[in-house]
């Protein structure tokens, strides 16, 4: 069905364009640094996905007998190719039942393309080490109108440890909390559901870290752009998205409040105006970060080797679907068979009712606005073989969001800024005197606007769209009281134009500009890359510092 307002209606609306050729798709992301060793390729997959919902690729990946670890780093290698017409698809990989990988498509052109993304899995080493079932879903529909087949293949890298390159750093146990190891692991989950899995783990285990893969569809694909649940019903003529805009996700552990999460706003490489994202896409969209919730207040509780519940909550208010699940990573304690502890404080809440505001404008828009402050903490004891161990979490964010609505709902303007930190502290040692503090911050800032012109019959407009867009996160330690110390930075922004013009369903006018600037460092090492485009070709491609 068509909808005329909001920019997931624009996005609706110019649907799949494959009139305008462009050059393959490029990010400013660097490529997983891989050490010089000894190391097997394992071809996991290759697959065409076609009419390929409900129909996922299922196999089982084995480690080669030539590099049987352990292994300096585990790399998945995802390339495709695609010609004709086709929407951006949702792609995931689950090895063992975890998520190991979430993606998207880029949108073809008639031409074709092909792109390539990989992924480190080092962290997964301890599913990896036995063959277990590897699912690939990538839902796709081709008939006489989308006509993109994804030429997929998909290849894991084993590099062996040695002197010079040792094992790569790994928790004890991966614990998929998903709700299958024969099918797609994610759940889709709608306003007022939650799902969950029951997980037993080891009787000495120490901490816990939980990762979460969420995103949104439909409605929810362009959440941040969305109007109170009111607002829709007094204008239903401007096809708007309701739910409002605030979005997080959280985990419970037995059904009580755990932590917390803001999803970053991704957009899809049709999102908005499709043009705008040839040929670099958003942040996020091919190499999506999962959120990392640490659930150690509760290890000493989860390590007494009887069943426990780990619930995922999509946000609150939600028009349409989240596909989320996750997995758990844990330590244990080789000193000990038997470790115990409790949970001494936990201030989660539900996710808070956003007030929004209203004011009508002079120019005949309307201006939505929100804003809040989150703040919880959640600390606890284990009980280990080196002493009693302390963990506090504590977590603040902080947001915002105005949305302006003009011209029944065919131009919207929105800025939403979503920021935050988290700390985490852990106290251990005789008299627990070892106290080390890591600080974790994280920035989601977002500028879109989209314009929707109506043309003289149904399958004739104009939809234009301009984004700003950046992820901006770093991580700091202290020791013993020390003054803090950088461990390690991202930013990543993208900006992006573009325009796209039918009559009688025939494109008349497309266009657009991109460009994407990454900085990263970690452990003192700089990886620095500006890259920008013009009418769907690279114009500059340049190493940058990282200041």
Not at 160 to 181: W, Y
Not at 375 to 403: E, L
């Amino acid at each position: 069905m068509f909808v005329a307002g909001t920019l997931a209606g624009t996005a609706a609306a110019a649907g799949p364009t494959v009139e305008i050729n462009y050059q393959d798709p490029v990010t400013a992301l660097p490529s997983i640094a891989r050490p010089a060793t000894h190391s097997c390729v394992v071809t996991a997959m290759r697959h065409d996905f076609a009419n390929s919902y409900g129909q996922p690729f299922v196999g089982t990946l084995t480690p080669p007998k030539d590099c049987p670890g352990p292994w300096s780093k585990v790399v998945l290698d995802w390339s495709g190719s695609v010609a004709g017409r086709q929407y951006d698809r949702l792609a995931g990989v689950w090895i063992g039942g975890a998520e190991v990988f979430r993606t998207s498509t880029p949108e073809p052109d008639p031409a074709g393309i092909s792109w390539h993304v990989d992924q480190d899995l080092s962290a997964y080493t301890p599913l990896l080490r036995t063959p277990q079932p590897l699912v690939v879903d990538l839902g796709n529909i081709v008939n006489g109108t989308y006509t993109g087949i994804y030429h997929m293949t998909m290849t894991v890298t084993y590099y062996q440890a040695d002197e010079h390159n040792p094992e790569a750093a790994h928790s004890d146990v991966v614990v998929p909390v998903s709700q299958s190891t024969s099918a797609p692991g994610w759940w889709g989950l709608t306003d007022g559901q939650t799902a969950g899995a029951s997980v037993t783990l080891p009787r000495n285990t120490v901490d816990a870290r939980m990762q979460v893969y969420a995103r949104g569809g439909g409605c929810e694909e362009f959440w941040y752009s969305n109007v109170p649940d009111s607002y829709a019903a007094a204008h239903p003529d401007y096809g708007l998205c309701a739910g409002g805009t605030y979005r997080e996700v959280g985990v419970l552990v037995d059904g009580k409040p755990a932590g917390t999460a803001q999803p970053f706003p991704v957009i899809y490489t049709g999102g908005i105006s499709p043009l705008m994202w040839r040929p670099i896409p958003s942040v996020d969209a091919f190499r999506t970060q999962p959120y990392e919730i640490d659930l150690t207040p509760f290890a000493g509780v989860l390590a007494d080797g009887a069943p426990h519940t780990v619930t995922l909550v999509p946000p609150s208010g939600i028009t349409d679907t989240w596909l989320m699940d996750g997995s758990l990573f844990v330590d244990t304690d080789r000193g000990s068979a038997q470790t115990s502890g409790a949970v001494t404080e936990d201030t989660v809440t539900p996710s808070p009712a956003v007030a929004y505001n209203v004011a009508a404008q002079a120019d005949g828009s309307d201006l939505i606005t929100a804003s809040l402050s989150r703040d919880w903490a959640v600390a606890g004891y284990v009980d280990t073989s080196h002493g009693r161990v302390y963990t506090r979490v504590v977590r603040h964010s902080d947001y915002s969001n105005s949305d302006d609505v003009a011209s029944a709902g065919t131009v919207q303007t929105t800025s939403q800024r979503d920021a935050g930190w988290t700390e985490t502290t852990t106290t251990d040692g005789p008299g627990l005197g070892h106290r080390q503090v890591r600080h974790d911050s994280w920035s989601y800032p977002i500028d879109a606007k989209s314009t929707f012109v109506p043309g003289a019959t149904s399958d004739s407009y104009t939809v234009t769209g301009q984004v700003s867009v950046a992820r901006h996160l770093a991580t700091t330690r202290a020791d013993h009281g020390d003054a803090f110390k950088a461990l390690s930075r991202v930013d990543d922004a993208v900006r992006a134009w573009g325009t796209l013009e039918r009559d009688a369903g025939v494109v008349v006018a497309a266009d657009g500009s991109d460009s994407e600037r990454y900085v990263g460092v970690d452990g003192g090492r700089c990886y620095g890359h500006f890259i920008a485009a013009d009418h769907g070709y690279v114009t500059q491609d340049l190493t940058t510092g990282c200041r």
